[in-house]
């Protein structure tokens, strides 16, 4: 079953659209440029992950040698058994690990998560950055861009977007596994999202492709957001 979620993001003020399209170089709506990915956080992670984040929260702050080799003393028989990563580039499996456990935990101390998918889920609100992008010509009083992404709507880069531009985002999302269902969303500057889920097929092409999401008064109905 296909997870892709179609976004389309309408603007009714020609000064925010012409910002974000400038942001974006006229290229792809771009995640990684509102909220960027350090590369830190580019790791993979296995079957060990808990046990190196374990491990590196216990190893934190410690320089004495002998408090390190009781520690690793501990770890060093689930250790043995746990490896499932080739950890080449150190002079033994052990110090690889070891240096991956503590690379987890400075990542969750300075970012406050440990690798890209989980940055991605908080920041972003998607583990993808989007694909597909098509930009319209503002024109009638509004304009739009139309992406996708794998899962869910970025929400949480686009509350940093309103937030940025001081201005709300309307966007209108649409599910390609559940096709009879769009969810128009109005994202306020101060994190207030407005939803209203729409199930009518003829009323999701008229308010997606059209002017006509402009005129909603999202105002007046604010509910949970679940992107």
């Known amino acids: 079953m296909s997870n892709i979620v179609t976004s389309r993001i309408i603007f009714t003020d020609k000064n925010d659209y012409d910002t974000v399209r ?10 990684n440029i509102i909220a960027h990915l350090d590369d830190d956080l580019l790791i993979k992670t296995g079957s060990d992950y808990n046990l190196a984040l374990e491990l590196g929260k216990e190893l934190d702050g410690i320089i004495d040698n002998h408090k390190i080799i009781k520690i690793l003393s501990k770890y060093q028989h689930t250790i043995d058994k746990s490896l499932d990563y080739n950890y080449s580039e150190s002079s033994t499996p052990i110090i690889g690990f ?32 989007t694909d597909q992008t098509e930009w319209s010509d503002f024109s009638n009083g509004f304009a739009s861009v139309v992406f996708i992404t794998k899962g869910s709507t970025p929400m949480a880069a686009l509350t940093t977007l309103a937030l940025n531009l001081n201005s709300p985002i309307k966007i209108a999302s649409s599910y390609e596994f559940m096709p009879d269902l769009a969810v128009f969303r109005r994202i306020d500057p101060n994190g207030e999202v407005s939803m209203i889920p729409v199930s009518e097929p003829d009323l999701i092409n008229k308010l997606a492709l059209s002017n006509d999401i402009a005129n909603i008064d999202f105002h007046n109905i604010i509910l949970n957001d679940k992107p």
């Open 22 to 31: 400038n942001i974006m170089k006229n290229k792809d709506f771009d995640l």
């Open 98 to 129: 070891v240096n991956y456990a503590i690379k987890l935990n400075q990542n969750l101390k300075k970012y406050k998560s440990t690798h890209w998918s989980d940055w991605m889920s908080k920041n972003w609100g998607t583990k993808s950055n």
